[in-house]
């Protein structure tokens, strides 16, 4: 066994559950099993290495330049990679760069190299650019439980954010995973099983329902996650005697999640803790909830569908979005994944807004100032991180030159607007250090103000250093005099075919053809013999060839140096450019929720703390959008339509808490419905609404329970995900919440869904703890009928007008109840075939007819006018049959004991159920 092979065998066992890329020369390399998966993964060439004798391994390996891209699509499938690179060389070795070529690094001494695992790149501690999203957050989780004490901690560590809750009480579980489905983190920690085997905490399982987080799950240690251990970590790395000037000092169990997260950093890559803010504590009961299925339901990130094609449905971020840098645009997803619950923080952002909307020059100033903004907030993290190249550094100078310009426009704003462009910190200081000291080259041979080696990544600006400076000009003077040392050697010796040249094995010498072999001066000394002449040396050459070579050294040395001096100088300055960012970021939103709302016609929503939720001329943010786009485009089918229908909604917790909402398909419900989520949601994030006028009375939470379909992962039925989510809402709605529902009960029988529905809406009516503000679509006009028992609840219905056999939407809300679901008419429009709409028409006209000549039971009233509660006991029994009911005269006739009967009798009894039959 080689000693290479030796080493990468240490290694690996020091990082089980890796794939280890291990450094030789300008490649990673992969062996054994790992190169297997490397090669399937990445599509590389799975090739073998001879590692001792006869003793040949499987081997695939991947460019060192090219290295992140191969790493991200690891990442993407799943796997960790250790990242295992060159250190120094170990005494005795040749000098050097260590960059020996892929094939003779284990011969050329790639045994005597020192080498380290110096990352371990997960999902969720990936701080590479190129392996993330811009517009989103890449976070990583921590869980702990104990009891019913939970912990979450989450941090993302290519912007610094760390953050730590704790839940508290029986529903700790739903309360967590609802919390996790808001972070959508690439990776979870939570502690190893009791088994010896390891895997996962029994508690886990509470969280693990639906499968959805089984992928990103990273068993840890379990000492780790005591609390105990993760309070010494935290008072060890922030240097304080109590963690309560943190807000943790009575959150063990958030304690225990942060210190495990601030641990695995350490073991995975240590420094990335440089670039950690300090943990922040906080409460989910500061923001709106929104539940998993709202999310879906409303479309607030992704679409419940995909668009056809390569057209990405629209969705609430993607309409809304007019951010015009990363870190607005990441702002924007943090803001509306938690709306505020604090009037004083979203009048100071509707304030904010509102001035923009008022100032067009101000609001174009700023917004071409923006445009020149970067991602301030991970460029500076990459400087503490120690990983930002030169262009990086450009990009921070270009970003605070444009926030000297943002912030001086606060001369010319007032309020809120004038306090935020206050905030962006310019840093003149860093903007004067990197214009002083980083030069980025043109070109591959570097630029005219540049220091540093060719291929190098660190360029000092000449002027910065008079060391390096001096050396770069020792080098220079020495290169011209080598480089004229040609002509003067083929005028001296008259050897016409002198040449001077250089290799990296005897580096410069002269080279002359076998013709002047004779002429060569005494003072030239032979190095090699060729074909067509010999190679020589002088002294002098030499001695310039070691001027050049140790000022290359030297200046290589330096250059790093310094450059690290820079990004430490730099660094200093964290919490100030994080702090900029963070304003430039609040910046960039409100900037596009003003463009929003000139262009788009929104206006500013009146919040307060009553039950009360009025709007006017209201409209749903995304369908507009997408229809106006239509519009634009001429599409064909929309030449009638003049744009989208606004309708008004008002409910209140004292008069109008429930509406019964009915009308055909088609006509508008669902999206009225979501209309009214959407403008809640959009004010309480701080961006005006599309309506004419809006009074929000803020909301707790937002339940939607609209449209559904089966979940085959987990064998449930789509009625049991219609009736999950309805529990849901039921169990923790409260007097200050907004419920949406539609089509409760239409995934079982008839009367089942019947019955459901109305015990659902007497709930939310009568119990004390609900009394939720609610939207309650359905096409159970038998529930109308409660509009006369329960006082809070009012119907409302989609207006329609019938031309003939035609029936035209008009998508309006208007007071009342409707008494036809025109489903057929919808299965016309649909194509459905010709006899099927008309034998459909004739067991519907049968139905009616039956349901008028025998009045439903449901539908009875009892004495003093009250609506029944339930169906009756027959009803109940039964299910509405596809075909209509027999006759009477027929069930009669069935009956008929005709031997036991007189001819006479007989003909008296036909003529009887004859005539019944004619006059019915």
């Known amino acids: 066994m080689t000693p290479l092979r030796r080493q990468f065998l240490r290694l690996k066992r020091e990082h089980p559950g890796t794939i280890l890329f291990f450094r030789l020369g300008d490649f990673y390399e992969t062996f054994d099993d790992d190169a297997k998966r490397a090669a399937r993964l990445l599509q590389i060439t799975l090739t073998s290495r001879e590692m001792g004798r006869g003793n040949r391994v499987p081997m695939a390996g991947v460019p060192a330049h090219a290295a992140d891209a191969y790493i991200a699509r690891l990442i993407a499938a799943g796997e960790r990679v250790a990242v295992c690179e060159q250190i120094t060389p170990r005494p005795g070795a040749p000098p050097g760069n260590g960059k020996a070529g892929r094939r003779s690094s284990t011969r050329a001494g790639a045994s005597m190299m020192d080498r380290r695992v110096v990352r371990v790149v997960t999902p969720g501690t990936v701080a590479e650019p190129g392996m993330l999203t ?29 953050a730590a809750t704790q839940f508290n009480g029986e529903r700790w579980a739903a309360e967590l995973r609802q919390e996790l489905d808001r972070l959508q983190p690439a990776e979870v920690l939570v502690p190893k099983g009791d088994s010896d085997a390891g895997g996962l905490p029994e508690w886990w399982s509470l969280l693990e329902a639906d499968g959805q987080l089984e992928g990103i799950v990273t068993p840890n240690e ?105 870190l607005g645009a990441r702002q924007l997803r943090r803001w509306l994944n938690l709306p505020l619950r604090d009037l004083a923080a979203l009048g100071q952002r509707l304030d904010t807004v509102d ?48 926030s000297q310009g943002l912030q001086a426009s606060a001369s010319a704003a007032a309020g809120s607007l004038a306090r935020l462009l206050a905030a962006i910190d310019p840093c003149l200081e860093v903007a004067a250090l990197i214009e002083r000291a980083i030069a980025v080259a043109d070109d591959e041979s570097g630029g005219a103000d540049a220091v540093g080696p060719a291929g190098e990544r660190h360029l000092i600006r000449s002027g910065f250093s008079r060391e390096l400076d001096e050396l770069v000009a020792d080098t220079a ?24 040249g250089y290799n990296k094995v005897f580096g410069y010498y002269i080279q002359v ?110 369908v507009e959008a997408a229809l106006e786009r239509a519009l634009a485009e001429d599409r064909p089918g929309l030449a009638a339509t003049s744009g989208f229908i606004a309708n008004d909604c008002r409910l209140d917790t004292s008069n109008q808490q429930i509406i019964l909402l009915t009308g055909p398909n088609m006509a508008g419900k669902s999206t009225y419905l979501r209309m009214v989520a959407l403008i809640a949601l959009l004010a309480q994030v701080g961006c005006f609404v599309p309506a004419d006028r809006a009074r ?140 099927v709409i008309r034998r459909a028409e004739e067991v519907l006209h049968a139905l ?73």
């Open 477 to 500: 003077q020495a290169r011209t005099w080598i480089a004229a040392l040609e002509g003067v050697e083929r005028q001296r010796t008259g050897i016409k075919t002198l040449k001077v």
């Open 134 to 162: 811009a517009a989103k957050n890449n976070y990583l989780c921590a869980v702990a439980a104990n009891g019913h004490q939970a912990g979450l901690a989450y941090a993302d560590v290519s912007t610094g954010e760390f």
């Open 513 to 622: 053809s076998n013709v002047y072999r004779r002429q060569v001066p005494g003072e030239y000394v032979r190095r090699q013999t060729l074909t067509e002449g010999e190679r020589y040396i002088t002294p002098e050459l030499k001695e310039h060839e070691a001027r050049v070579l140790t000022a290359q050294e030297r200046i290589s040395e330096l250059a790093s140096e310094l450059y690290s001096r820079v990004l430490r100088e730099i660094a200093s300055y964290h919490r100030r450019l994080q702090r900029s960012a963070k304003a430039l970021a609040h910046l960039d939103v409100l900037l596009g929720f003003a463009d929003l709302a000139v262009h788009s016609r929104y206006a500013r929503p009146a919040l307060d703390e009553s039950g009360e939720l009025e709007i006017v001329g209201g409209r749903h943010p995304v």
């Open 848 to 920: 009616e007819d039956s349901a008028r000549a025998e009045p439903s039971a449901r539908t009875a009233r009892r004495e003093g006018g009250r609506a029944m509660p339930a169906v009756s006991a027959e009803a109940d029994a039964m299910q509405l049959s596809l075909f209509a009911p027999p006759h009477a005269a027929v069930e009669e006739l069935k009956r008929l004991d005709v031997l036991a009967m007189t001819p006479l009798e007989a003909l008296t009894k036909l003529h009887e159920l004859q005539q019944r039959v004619q006059e019915q």
């Open 355 to 402: 001035a923009l909307v008022k100032d067009s020059q101000l609001r174009t100033a700023l917004s071409e100032d923006l445009k020149r903004v970067g991602d301030l907030e991970r460029l500076t993290n990459r400087v503490v991180q120690g990983s930002a190249p030169p262009n990086a550094l450009v990009a921070i100078r270009e970003c605070l030159l444009a």
């Open 696 to 835: 929000i009375g803020l909301v707790d939470r937002i339940f939607t329970r609209v449209g559904a379909q089966d979940d085959l992962a987990t064998g449930r039925s789509t009625f049991m995900v219609e009736m999950l989510e309805t529990a849901a809402i039921l169990r923790h709605a409260t007097p200050h919440s907004l419920v949406l529902l539609d089509e409760i009960g239409r995934g079982t029988s008839t009367y089942d869904g019947l019955a459901i529905a109305q015990a659902v809406v007497e709930y939310i009516h009568n119990h004390p703890d609900a009394k939720a503000r609610t939207l309650f679509a359905t096409h159970y006009h038998e529930l109308t009928e409660l509009e006369r028992t329960l006082p809070r609840v009012h119907t409302a219905r989609m207006d329609v007008r019938e031309e003939g056999d035609q029936v035209i939407f008009l998508h309006r809300i208007v007071p009342g109840s409707a008494d036809r679901s025109y489903g057929i008419h919808v299965a016309r429009l649909a194509g459905v075939p010709r006899a």
């Open 222 to 326: 379990r000492w780790r996650f005591d609390p105990t251990t993760a309070e010494e970590q935290l008072l060890s790395r922030y240097e304080v005697a109590s963690l309560e000037g943190f807000g943790l000092d009575r959150s063990p169990q958030a304690v225990a999640a942060a210190g495990a997260l601030v641990a695995y950093l350490e073991q995975t890559h240590a420094r990335l803790l440089a670039s950690l803010a300090e943990v922040r504590s906080y409460s989910p009961g500061m923001y709106v909830t929104l539940d998993s299925f709202t999310r879906r339901n409303l479309e607030v990130m992704e679409p419940v569908q995909r668009a056809g094609g390569h057209e990405a449905s629209p969705t609430l971020v993607s309409v809304i979005d007019g951010t015009r840098t990363p």
